[in-house]
């Protein structure tokens, strides 16, 4: 073996090691729970009826709201486009639950509510009070699904609970590429 190929073998075995130990950082890391706009849809009840429509009408609200919050890029502006869309917000999860024959309607507000701990991949949200898109289906009694709306994690496509969404940066491969001008 040669001299280059020890250098290139220590470089990478070097990258390896401070990659395991430093993981990856999520983009958003280090953002306060007042940066945060949640969303949070209630079912109706627990029926596996309501169950199933409460997904169904998610999927349309996320359909609709996705291209209205594509250029919001603080969370300030993000609950503005929301609470001046909030009766087409009730409208899609209307029209969602009636096609589906269903004779309860929905109500979307945006208010303060208290969250559990929730962990999208290494993205940890602390339990506590957030911001956040209500929708009620109902009576709004049954099991709930919630996602984040800004920074958007459950509206640029993926997995249901957005942890696919999260984009990963690693802070040594930034300098590497800054040290080769990438």
């Not at 339990?127 to 009576?139: E, P, Q, R, V």
Request: charge should be negative.
């Amino acid at each position: 073996m040669n001299a280059v190929n020890y250098i290139i073998a220590g470089a990478v075995a070097l990258v390896a090691i401070i990659v395991a130990m430093c993981g990856f950082q999520p983009q958003n890391a280090g953002l306060e729970k007042a940066d945060y706009l949640r969303i949070h849809i209630r079912a109706n009840s627990n029926s596996e009826c309501d169950q199933l429509v409460k997904y169904e009408v998610k999927a349309a609200v996320v359909d609709a709201l996705t291209p209205l919050l594509v250029d919001a890029t603080t969370k300030e502006k993000a609950v503005e486009i929301i609470e001046n869309n909030l009766p087409l917000i009730e409208s899609v999860a209307n029209n969602v639950l009636k096609r589906e024959g269903y004779k309860y309607t929905s109500s979307a507000r945006v208010r303060k509510e208290k969250f559990p701990t929730r962990q999208y991949d290494d993205l940890v949200l602390e339990s506590g009070f957030y911001d956040a898109l209500i929708l009620n289906l109902g009576t709004g009694e049954g099991n709930n699904w919630w996602c984040v709306v800004y920074p958007p994690m459950c509206f640029v496509g993926g997995a249901d609970d957005g942890s696919s969404n999260v984009r990963y940066k690693s802070k040594l491969v930034e300098i590497i590429n800054n040290f080769f001008g990438k």
